[in-house]
T-cell receptor, first 111, second 112 residues
Framework: KQEVTQIPAALSVPEGENLVLNCSFTDSAIYNLQWFRQDPGKGLTSLLL?????REQTSGRLNASLDKSSGRSTLYIAASQPGDSATYLC??????????FGAGTTVTVRA | GAVVSQHPSWVICKSGTSVKIECRSL??????MFWYRQFPKQSLMLMAT?????????EQGVEKDKFLINHASLTLSTLTVTSAHPEDSSFYICSALVETQYFGPGTRLLVL
């Protein structure tokens, strides 16, 4: 069974600092990996999707890397802003489209 | 973009009653929808896969007689929590699959 772990569980940084969020998974036979953002009491917003054949994806200030062989992904958020405060979830998909989620990293960006 | 809605967004009910949650894909059709449950400060746990026109597939440990899923059309799946108890209080999120999963905004259920 796929196990997804996210470290740290919580992170607090001053505005402007870069954020580094880590995700690890136990079974490297994945179809893709996604990073989501979840605001309190809300649903999920997809940030980046990395196919298993890709090494990274970028969107604006966000960059996600994937090392499938070692079972790791990292989400980088450059020049953090208070609006980046949220919980970030990592999820991996295997060939049946089911997603296995990590518990998330809750980020607080202090103004 | 693909939009998924859920109704209601929150519901409070008495123990022993049943609650129905709707998940709709607004601008696309989805043969497959998923239902997740999320407890406070925990991850999303997949409950079941809902397939249009056929029976849902439940994950291990999820009671199919308690969590009834109906996927009657390509744009609507419903989750009914039967004889709800306080331990069923949770945040329920659905998603619709079209190449990737598009998530609804979630439904918060509180059982008193």
């Amino acid at each position: 069974k796929q196990e997804v772990t996210q470290i740290p569980a919580a992170l607090s940084v001053p505005e402007g600092e870069n954020l580094v969020l880590n995700c690890s998974f136990t079974d490297s036979a994945i179809y893709n990996l996604q990073w989501f953002r979840q605001d309190p009491g809300k649903g999920l917003t997809s940030l980046l999707l990395i196919q298993s054949s890709q090494r990274e994806q970028t969107s604006g200030r966000l960059n996600a890397s994937l090392d499938k062989s070692s079972g790791r992904s990292t989400l980088y958020i450059a020049a953090s802003q208070p609006g980046d405060s949220a919980t970030y979830l990592c999820a991996v998909s295997e060939d049946d489209y089911k997603l296995s989620f990590g518990a998330g990293t809750t980020v607080t960006v202090r103004a | 973009g693909a939009v998924v809605s859920q109704h209601p967004s929150w519901v409070i009910c008495k123990s022993g009653t049943s609650v129905k949650i709707e998940c709709r894909s607004l601008d696309f059709q989805a043969t497959t929808m998923f239902w997740y449950r999320q407890f406070p400060k925990q991850s999303l746990m997949l409950m079941a896969t809902s397939n249009e026109g056929s029976k849902a597939t439940y994950e291990q440990g999820v009671e199919k007689d308690k969590f009834l899923i109906n996927h009657a059309s390509l744009t609507l799946s419903t989750l009914t929590v039967t004889s709800a108890h306080p331990e069923d209080s949770s945040f329920y999120i659905c998603s619709a699959l079209v190449e990737t999963q598009y998530f609804g905004p979630g439904t918060r259920l509180l059982v008193l």
